[in-house]
């Protein structure tokens, strides 16, 4: 059975991994779980390994992997957000606004195959963003056109939450602009000299590339969804 902090920590680690392909830092970690040091951040992580639940990635920097989740997560939601938010709001939000806790973010439009995402901008379109969901950097929001990442939690229609930048680590999902004409959402893998851009559903395939005709426009870092 694992302790409260135990459980928040693989959640947190569990949910940023989905969502960016990465793990937080050590500093994120132990400002998200409230710690007063990293100290007690080693401590959660050689438990959750000792457990089975996760296992240090050797030779890579802030590399872990989420091996199984609790049987019971059903209280996770609500908790790993409340923790989240103390994260973003203390160390890493330039953005928030204390009075309504929202961000007004740009609007790009769909993302479609045919347009480079600035094109896609209208400057009288925005859309407001909890703070919590927002990191240091610069964010913009599209509009998913189509299936193709499904399997990842990632419907026609959502309005996803994108923080500006050109590279990425293997496994993200990202914002590629291909060859200067062509804009897609999907999940990017290295493969030696290539890049792969990874669909989340059997019904698309995989497509590679040589490094030169693919340009990082963003990555993922939180969904919008209306039901």
Known sequence: ML?????????FIDSRLKVVGISPSFEEMKVALNLKSKSGIHRLITGLEERGFIRRLPYRARALEVLKLPE???????????QLNVFSEAKFNKHYTTETGVVDLPLYGKIAAG???EALRDPSQTIGVPAFMLGK??????????????DAGINDGDTVVIERCDVAESGA?????????????KRLRRKGASIALEPANKNYDTRI???????????????????
């Open 3 to 11: 302790t409260k902090k135990q459980y928040q920590l693989l959640m």
């Open 72 to 82: 019971n997560t059903s209280n996770f939601g609500q908790d790993v957000v409340t």
């Open 115 to 117: 347009t480079p995402v």
């Open 137 to 150: 950097g610069e964010h913009y929001t599209l509009e998913i056109d189509g299936e193709s990442m499904i």
């Open 173 to 185: 999902i990202v914002v590629a602009l291909v060859d200067q004409t062509e804009v897609t959402l």
């Open 209 to 227: 590339f040589g490094p030169d005709r693919v340009d990082i426009q963003g990555r993922l870092v939180g969904l919008l969804r209306r039901y």
